[in-house]
């Protein structure tokens, strides 16, 4: 007997504890995918299972994005299981896999390989599920019906638009010493950050206005991947920043690194500590995105000049709202039906829009808004 009418008797057997209050339940894992994770308890009557894959709990934004979605289903009546994969693609595989033998409604998939998910969604699509990809495109598969992102080639682009007006590029004499690096290869969303990036300041490298001393700048944005760094790590990025500034700089300082998010620019940051470079001395421009608390104390601190903030509770929203359409037949909200192309079809999406944050502007973009406490940021 499917879940759905598992349900369905559940419901209507224990109809008096329901109207005693009983609200749905939800499961969470990490590391057990050889377990089956269904939701336990009761079911809201009428409600529906809905499944969520988050790809690792190692990075703080993903813990809050699982969390905020699962506080809003389980708010509007659904049961939820929630899977971290711990950034292992068979992990995640295997989640899915478990989360399909409850025969839940929809999939909400944020995939670590963007590419490695077309068997098992067949499997899914078999079984008469919607797939919704979070904040990650899902590539090379027709079975996956909706999209939710932030711009993510708007993304690149104010972080380049930062460093073009940071170092007055445009009226400055330079050269300027400048170090990009690219996000995980396996990651769709990378190559939008890189390219969004990488078409403001190429022009400037083109012109020698920017120079790239270790010689680390892809000949296009087709090429980001040869700087990309594998599962966002931050040590990662640490120990390619190191070897750079040993290999390459020697009297000469990096004057403005690249960072495409707020992992990476933690492990930059170190390497450049542990090379000797002071705040408010020769401390060079670095970009990131996220809005991780540790970097954003880290601007307070002068050591990280922007990030570039998408309030995920924003896009936690929109899902929440796109999966209650799915299950209720009506038409999905989206705003884009021609950009994400993932090899096999157009995937029909809602972009939602990031905006910079700096130092100057903690207080306002992210105290204010509730985002972070005043204290969690030593203000």
Known sequence: MSLRRTKVVAALAGV???????????????????????????????????????????????????AHLEELLEDAGYETTLQYADNKVDQQIT?????????????????????????VLQQAADAGIKIVAYDRLINETENVDYYATFDNYKVGQLQGEFIVDALDLDNAAGPFNLEPFAGSP???????????AWDVLSPYVESGKLVVPS??????????????????????????????????????????????NDS????IEQALESSGYAVGTDWPIVTGQDADQAN?????????SMTVWKDTRTLGDQVATMVDQIVKGETVTVND?????????????YLLPPQVVTADTVQSALVDSGFYKASDLGL
């Not at 989640?95 to 068997?119: E, F, H, K, R």
């Not at 039906?337 to 029909?348: F, I, M, S």
Request: charged share 20%; aromatic share 6%; glycine share 12%.
């Open 16 to 66: 008096a504890l329901l109207a005693a209050g009983l609200t749905a339940c939800s499961s969470e894992r990490e590391t057990t995918p050889e377990e089956t994770s269904g939701s336990g308890g009761a079911a809201v009557a009428g409600g529906e299972l809905i499944g969520i894959a988050m790809p690792t709990k190692s990075l703080e934004r993903w813990n809050k994005d699982g």
């Open 95 to 119: 989640q899915i896999q478990n989360m399909i033998n409850l025969d839940p409604a929809v999939l909400v998939i944020a995939s670590i390989d963007g590419t490695a998910l077309g068997p």
């Open 186 to 196: 396996d990651d769709n969303n990378a190559k939008f950050f890189f390219s969004g």
């Open 215 to 260: 010689g680390k700048a892809p000949a296009s944005n087709d090429d980001w991947a040869s700087i990309g760094i594998q599962g966002w790590l931050s040590d990662t990025a640490q120990s390619e920043m190191q070897n750079r500034l040993n290999s390459f700089y020697g009297s000469d300082k990096v004057d403005v690194v690249l960072s495409p």
């Open 264 to 267: 990476l620019a933690l492990g």
């Open 296 to 304: 954003v104390v880290n601007m307070l601190a002068g050591r990280q």
């Open 337 to 349: 039906e021609e950009t994400y192309d993932n090899g096999v079809k157009v995937v029909p999406t």
